[in-house]
Nanobody, 121 residues
Framework: QVQLVESGGGLVQPGGSLRLSCAAS????????MAWYRQAPAKERELVAT???????NYADAVKGRFTISRDNAKTTVLLQMNSLKPDDTAVYYC???????????????WGQGTQVTVSS
């Protein structure tokens, strides 16, 4: 079983920056694809960014150019650097992990508890 713990959330002004961290336990981190999701009040959970075992990244259009996902396999940690934050970025952010399947898709079946990010003036 993989355990994930997010940290780094908080209150930030519009246009500001915040860095989220996800600490993973277990010995299989290096073979897991990782992702950040977020869920705002009264909205469905949405995919924010992904990073594969090889380091390839993808971003939702809403955050492209502003957010950067990275991983450190030695520290079993995933980061989400968030710049130029907007009020619409306000949400609970969740770290997730999963294994890539033979057909090329990743099933994200491990989840952290989430960390609150609030962007407000």
């Amino acid at each position: 079983q993989v355990q994930l713990v997010e940290s780094g959330g908080g209150l930030v002004q519009p246009g500001g920056s915040l860095r989220l961290s996800c600490a993973a336990s277990g010995s299989v981190f290096s073979i897991l694809d990782m992702a950040w999701y977020r869920q705002a009040p009264a909205k469905e959970r949405e995919l924010v960014a992904t990073i594969t075992t090889a380091g390839s990244t993808n971003y939702a259009d809403a955050v492209k150019g502003r957010f950067t996902i990275s991983r450190d396999n030695a520290k079993t940690t995933v980061l989400l650097q968030m710049n130029s934050l907007k009020p619409d970025d306000t949400a609970v952010y969740y770290c997730s992990a999963g294994r890539r399947r033979a057909w090329g898709s990743t099933v994200y079946n491990y989840w952290g508890q989430g960390t609150q990010v609030t962007v407000s003036s």
